[in-house]
């Protein structure tokens, strides 16, 4: 499903109104080619929330969840770590002194920010030149691009007939 609730928003610098050519909100169902199911949600209208890009995946092994509002954490649950079972979910922290970008930064505990995102970004992308070696599996490629892209149509084209739609490539 998609829906456009705000018709014409005010042109930014103008006091014009002008026709709104995106989606306020998206949600769709998804099936995976291993029978496994997922929902993809998104919304320009979540009052409370500066920057709630979040993803949870939940297998039989366990659980991870990424909130970017929350970046320094990657929250993880798994199964097989019996003194943690009891406990649900732990906190992986970025700015412990072991993770692998770490060392270009402060001293451990020192929060990183949004920006440092596209500093690692470049720092890989620029290692990988000079290495000659391959962007993946950290950085996205040209086919990950098309393949989200085609992802995104289908999306849109089963919200615009209101059925299933399969994902081609």
């Not at 929330?49 to 990424?66: A, T, V, Y």
């Not at 700015?95 to 500093?119: A, M, R, Y």
């Not at 892209?149 to 994902?167: N, P, Q, Y």
Request: glycine share 8%; with cysteine; hydrophobic share 35%.
């Amino acid at each position: 499903m998609a829906k456009t609730f705000i018709k014409k928003r005010k042109i930014i610098g103008s006091d014009e109104l002008g026709e709104v050519t995106v989606d306020d909100a998206v949600s769709s169902l998804i099936e995976f080619e291993n029978d496994a199911i997922g929902n993809f949600e998104t919304s320009r209208f979540c009052p409370g929330r500066k920057n709630n890009q979040c993803f949870e995946i939940n297998g039989s092994k366990g659980s991870i969840l990424f909130d970017l509002e929350k970046m320094n954490r990657l929250q993880v649950y798994l199964k097989e770590e019996t003194v943690r079972h009891t406990m649900g979910f732990h906190d992986i922290i970025v700015t412990e002194g072991d993770h692998s970008l770490f060392k270009e930064w402060w001293p451990t505990g020192h929060t990183l920010g949004w920006e440092h995102t596209f500093i690692h970004e470049i720092k890989h992308f620029l290692d990988a030149i000079v290495k000659d070696e391959k962007v993946e599996p950290l950085g996205a490629t040209l086919e990950d691009g098309y393949r989200n892209t085609v992802i995104c149509d289908a999306m849109l084209k089963s919200a615009d007939l209101g059925k299933r739609v399969e994902v081609v490539y």
